[in-house]
Structure formats: C-alpha cells, structure tokens
C-alpha cells in the first residue's frame, strides 16, 4: 500500500477492511502488500487489520502442492483451479518461495501458466511471498491466507516453488498436502527425500499422458507399495496414488473426490479441528522466536558487541558461555 492511498483516505485501515470484507480483490492485493511490508508503521496496520478479521477466517480448506520444480504443479493448479471455480467456489493460490535470488521474470512465468485461472474472477493468484528468510516468509504466507478466507476464497491453494524446507513449512499450515510426482523418476525418488513423501496427504503422478501412461501406471503401483510401508498418518488415512495428465485435465475431478473425501473424514473425526490448533500454537511459538531474535539483532551497538566476542572467542581469550553472558547482562 503505498503513502498516496494513506494520504487520500484518512480512514484508509478501515476503507481497506470493509472492501476486502466484500471479497473485492484489489484490496486483497493491497491487503497482502500491507502484511509484506516490512515498515514498522505498516506491522501495526497490519496487527490491527489481522485482528480486526480474525472472525471471518477459517473457513476455507487450505490445500498445499509440492513437487519437484517441473512437475506440473502450477499446470495442474491451473487445471484443478478452474475446475473448482466452475464448480462455484472461489479459489485463492500463493506461493511460498524461500529463494532470495529469484527474478521477477520466473514469478512472471508462473502467472501465465495459470493464464485461464487468473483471468477468472472467482480465483485470485498471488505468487509474491518470497524470500531468503524462510521464517518471514511463512508469516506472510499464513497472514495472506487469512486474509483471503476473510475475502471469502474457500479454497486456499499454497504452491512450493522452492525446494528443501519449504515442504515442512507449508505442511504446517495446511489441512491437505498433495505431491505430485512423474513417473520413471528412478529409485532415490527424484530427489524427493522420503521424509516428503510421508508428509503427503496424496500423491498424483502428473504427465500420465501420451507415452507416459505405461510408465506412469508402474510409477503408481510402486508408490502405492512405498506408502503401504509407512506409518500411518495422524489423521488416520490412506494416503490415495492416483494419476494424472494436467495438460489434459485428466485425474483432476478423481483427485478433488479424494480431497473431499478427507475433508468428510478430518471433520468427521476431529483432526481437521486439532491439526489446525496445533499449527496455530506452533506459529505462536515461532514468533515469540522471530521477535525475541529481532530485538536481539537490532539492539544498538550489536554489531560491534558481537564481533569484539567473535574474535576473543575465535583466540580462545573467552569462552563461548561468558561472551553470552555478557550479552546478556
Ligand atoms: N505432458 C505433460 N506435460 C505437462 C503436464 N503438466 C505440466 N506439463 C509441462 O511441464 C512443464 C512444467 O510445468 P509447470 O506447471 O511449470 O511445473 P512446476 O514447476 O511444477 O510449476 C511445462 O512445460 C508444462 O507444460 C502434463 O500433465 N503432461
Ligand atoms: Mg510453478
């Protein structure tokens, strides 16, 4: 949100909670932008916005898509995206990208994969939260999905585009975890670490398509066998394989029954209701972390504290519990 709109309206917080209220995209935009901003006046807007919509979120059903880059997540988010807004729901997708180096050119690239979705006006796409702070990026993108239930999206899609960590972090605030993998991968799993694969909820074999298909029903009938072998999972569910082709819109429908089915099944037992408590009180202890880290680090002076104690401890001249001490008292 830039200086001009605060300037035109003095009520500008309460301006921009009724629109997003009404569901109307560019103050979701603006909203989104207001929560990224790293100004210290922008964090108290954005603490007073939050709490000021708290009541209108967690309705929606947040569903996170990992993959190796390639694999047809934003192909198939496409595809599945449109899918559902045809079926009369409204469909919000972020990205979570933990990569600092990444061009404005690729996030480009993304959006006109979605080119039919973003042209939608029951879907919104927003692939900005990136970063090279893991941690301040998963804020953004759990604030960016409240704000989007409170413009009333129903359905949350939260794609990785980094590899590594960011796997974990978006697990931790979804209530479904889609993988999608390609067939003829080899053995070590296309770098897909096996920790992964136990994080999903669901594995689709995406490019079952043209001479794919062979390869890709073999592809299925081995992860199949892998997933058998796991332990189960806390929400109680067989982990469904299925198949694919996001280019030719097949599996999409198959794969959205399962992911209803869950739905039925989370809320039915309870899970849906404890996984989320459970990640709302893991996000609270990560930002008593972040802020205790924040004040630390930008203490006045910190920088010339800590590398007089980096180079007395780097020539043994103190020890490594005295130079915290010190710091600390
Ligand atoms: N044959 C085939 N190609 C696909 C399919 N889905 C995606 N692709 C292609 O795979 C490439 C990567 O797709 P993209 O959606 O950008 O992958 P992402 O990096 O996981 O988001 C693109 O060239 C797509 O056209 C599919 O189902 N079948
Ligand atoms: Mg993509």
Known sequence: MD????????????????????GERVYLSKAITLVESKKAEDKIASSELIDGIINNTGK????????VP??????????????????????????????SNRTRGSILGDKTR??????DPNAFIRPSASGSNLG????????????????????IIIETVGVGQSET????????????MLAGGGDELQGIKRGIM????????????KENIKAAKKAKEDYKNA????????ADWIVPVGLCSAIEKSGINEAWDQIEKYEAVSKENGWLDINRKNQSVEWFHERIHARLEDSFYSRPGIEDELKKREELISSQKISVRKAVDELFS
Not at 169 to 180: A, C, E, H, P, S
Not at 227 to 234: A, G, K, R, T
């Open 114 to 119: 979605m080119d039919q979705l973003s042209r």
């Open 60 to 67: 929606s059903l947040r569903i996170g898509i990992t993959g």
């Open 136 to 155: 301040g990026v998963a804020q953004n993108t759990r604030e960016s999905i409240l704000l989007c239930e409170a413009a009333g999206f129903d359905i």
């Open 3 to 22: 200086s001009t709109f605060r300037r035109t309206h003095p009520n500008h917080l309460q301006v921009l909670k009724e629109r997003l209220l009404l």
């Open 70 to 99: 390639g694999v047809g997540k934003s192909t198939f988010i496409e595809a599945f995206g449109s899918m559902l807004t045809g079926k009369g729901r409204k469909v919000a997708v972020l990205s979570i990208d933990p990569s």
């Open 198 to 209: 136990e994080m999903a909820d669901h594995i689709l074999i995406n490019k079952a398509d």
């Open 227 to 234: 997933v058998h072998l796991f332990p189960p999972n806390d």
């Open 169 to 180: 972090v978006v697990k931790g605030m979804v209530d479904y975890f889609l993988l999608l």
